[in-house]
């Protein structure tokens, strides 16, 4: 029987093959959620570093949330990363879930990113 990590990590592989397929050479937004924080990454994939990253334990971002594992958080996580990947120059990103249903915090960076100008 299989335990809950490995799958995960099937999920998380099974995703990732199927963007890296389909992206056409876009950028991915990739989403890790652990029980206290949220991360996101803008990784390039066929250079294979991360362009741009933003989580709850970044120093600036630290000090304007109050709890790191809240819905709010998540959605100003989203805001920050769509901000610094317009900065960067990057407007267009394929979106990494990461293995995790697509609700409550990870749903919630989406929409922020979303509606801060990132279009995936």
């Known amino acids: 029987m299989n ?3 490995e799958l995960l990590k099937r999920r998380k592989d099974r995703i990732r093959s199927a963007l890296k397929a389909s992206a056409n050479g876009k950028m991915r937004l990739s989403v890790f959620r652990s029980g206290l924080h ?3 990454q803008i990784i390039d994939d066929v250079k294979g570093v991360t362009v741009v990253s933003a989580s709850t334990l970044d120093k ?3 000090n304007s949330i109050k709890k ?3 819905v709010e958080a998540a959605s100003f996580i989203g805001k920050v990363i769509a901000e610094r990947a317009l900065k960067s120059g990057v407007n267009e990103v ?3 879930r990461g293995g995790y249903v697509y609700h409550g915090r990870v749903k919630a960076l989406a929409e ?3 509606e801060a100008g990132l279009k995936f």
């Open 3 to 5: 335990t809950p990590r």
């Open 60 to 62: 600036e971002i630290r």
């Open 112 to 114: 922020a990113a979303r």
């Open 68 to 70: 790191s594992s809240t």
């Open 94 to 96: 394929v979106f990494d």
């Open 38 to 40: 949220i991360y996101a």
